[in-house]
């Protein structure tokens, strides 16, 4: 909180509330717009203010550079630039196809295929619950604490990683194959809320099923499906194709041949 904002509100009457301090740990990236950065020659980046560093492009920079940002995932560091370039459209394709979400299979389609859910949170469980007993044990600002907070987080971010690289290349299929996509318009964030609590005429709490629902919120949580949405909307942007939503009402119990409604058990959907 700045000094003008503090005195602000002493005038306007309203709770000033505590200075809010700059820590070392507050912020995990910075962005250069503009200027200020330069590439030097294949290996290296010169930043202002901080000098040349040696970086490891992962692919060739293509197009104009426009920002670039630093970013601390727990002790590894990454340099990212944003680039203008132009839309590369794919040959034209007839093709269509419908994609259900699920969490027994990712994702059904159309076509009879189906993808295979990985699970990488799933298969991580355990080790992330030792790890995060293991923090729990340990004393606050020891060494073995801060170690241990290291290992937990490189848990996390591989976990994160294994993810994206999936979502990626299963987008990236789908898109270089056909030329409509069809999704239902699903709101994950909705689909994974909390339970609300319930009571009875004497205030005392009743079951509301919340064991049961968190563990479904945690699957669809990790299988990313509103991510995977956003991933196969932007490539097929880029490619020349089309991505539709459609409303998901009683699009599992009518009928894709005669078009017919009809109520359905969850094995039969």
């Not at 503090?6 to 995990?28: D, I, T, V």
């Not at 194959?177 to 994950?188: A, M, R």
């Amino acid at each position: 909180m700045s000094k003008d904002v503090f005195f602000r509100r002493c005038k306007n009457g309203e709770a000033p509330g505590y200075p809010r301090f700059q820590g070392r740990h507050r912020y995990n990236s910075f962005t250069y717009p503009q200027t200020g950065f330069s590439l030097t020659y294949e290996h290296r980046v010169c930043l202002s203010k901080i000098g040349s560093i040696k970086v490891k492009l992962h692919r060739a920079i293509r197009g104009m550079i426009k920002t670039c940002t630093i970013k601390r995932e727990g002790d590894h560091w990454y340099v990212i630039f944003v680039c203008e370039v132009e839309h590369e459209p794919l040959p034209a394709s007839v093709d269509a196809v419908g994609i259900d979400l699920g969490l027994l299979q990712f994702a059904t389609l159309s076509t009879g295929e189906t993808i295979e859910n990985p699970r990488y949170l799933r298969h991580a469980e355990k080790k992330l619950q030792a790890l995060q007993q293991s923090l729990v044990r340990k004393k606050r600002g020891s060494h073995r604490r801060r170690k241990t907070v290291k290992r937990l987080a490189n848990a996390h971010r591989k976990v994160c990683h294994q993810r994206r690289d999936f979502l990626h290349k299963a987008s990236r299929k789908l898109v270089n194959q056909y030329g409509l996509i069809v999704f239902e318009d699903l709101q994950p964030a909705n689909m994974s809320k909390r339970p609300k609590p319930k009571q009875d005429e004497d205030g005392n709490s009743l079951p509301n099923g919340a064991a049961a629902k968190s563990g479904l919120n945690k699957s669809i949580r990790d299988a990313g499906w509103a991510t995977f949405q956003q991933d196969c909307s932007y490539k097929a942007a880029c490619a020349g194709r089309t991505v539709l939503f459609v409303n998901p009402r009683y699009t599992s119990q009518i009928c894709s041949g005669c078009g017919a409604a009809k109520k359905k058990t969850l094995d039969e959907r």
